[in-house]
């Protein structure tokens, strides 16, 4: 049984997490934080780390603020608890001390939860090895919401950290091409932000070479995946010792767990 604590338990995605933990007979959640304080299910929920007590192991999924980040992490130090970070928006100081933090514990961090997602970053590094020496150009689109705020989406940008990593950082990335009257760079990768509606999130790469086009593509229909993600990223690091980790460590157990069945 892998015991969650679910900090900001009470937001949206807390709310979707606590309703899918408690359809799966292999985990529960015993305690949530959040700063109202407010019980909406059948688990206890305190206003901050400083007041949580726990006697039994457990993992914390963390959907909350970088105002509460800090609290938590203070908690993880003191107490040796795996944490999956969701939370997106930490300042470089935040970032900094989750790093340190990991040295004392088991951590993981993803730009975004989706399991497909991040097989999509497995999957675009193995394409440009193959078809950037070949002379194919690389595009990033992604389509999101009209509230979203930020572009290119945090998921954009690790993509593209994906692409660039497997080809020794060669790539300048290009996010506007409006003021320039000139032909694309062979070491340009551009990235497309698309605003509008309801649209939870989409991503594509595209691999365009002489007289043919290769297209990776990942749709997100629902929040739930990435709840989903984050499920599984828990189950995970409950017994892992203490280290930084990301979604790639769980694709790649999940790929060793399927090759022995």
């Not at 934080?33 to 901050?48: A, L």
């Not at 593509?217 to 930084?244: E, V, W």
Request: hydrophobic fraction near 45%; aromatic fraction near 6%; charge should be negative.
């Amino acid at each position: 049984m892998v015991n969650i604590i679910m900090s900001g338990c009470n937001g949206r995605m807390g709310q979707v997490i606590s309703g899918l933990v408690s359809e799966d007979p292999s985990m529960q959640i015993i305690a949530g934080v959040d700063i109202t304080g407010e019980r909406k299910n059948d688990y206890p929920v305190v206003t901050s780390f400083a007041e949580l007590k726990v006697d039994q192991p457990a993992v914390i999924i963390d959907f909350s603020s970088p105002l509460a980040f800090d609290g938590m992490m203070a908690y993880v130090e003191a107490t040796g608890t795996p944490v999956v970070v969701c939370t997106t928006g930490l300042s470089d100081e935040q970032l900094a001390k989750l790093d340190e933090v990991s040295k004392k514990a088991a951590v993981l961090r993803s730009a975004n939860m989706s399991l497909g997602i991040n097989l999509l970053m497995k999957l675009v590094k193995d394409a440009a090895r193959i078809l950037a020496p070949a002379g194919f150009d690389i595009e990033i689109e992604e389509r999101h919401h009209n509230k979203k705020k930020d572009a290119p989406s945090g998921t954009a940008l690790a993509l593209a950290d994906s692409i660039n990593e497997a080809m020794d950082q060669r790539y300048t990335y290009v996010y506007d091409r409006s003021t320039r009257y000139e032909q694309r760079g062979k070491e340009e990768l551009g990235i497309l932000a698309l605003r509008g509606g309801s649209i939870v999130g989409e991503h594509s790469v595209v691999y365009a070479g002489m007289d043919e086009v290769i297209e990776l593509k990942h749709s997100a229909t629902s929040r739930a995946i990435f709840a989903k993600g984050a499920i599984s990223a828990a189950a995970f690091l409950a017994d892992k010792k203490a280290g930084f980790y990301g979604m790639d460590d769980v694709i790649a157990q999940m790929t060793s767990a399927a090759a022995q069945a």
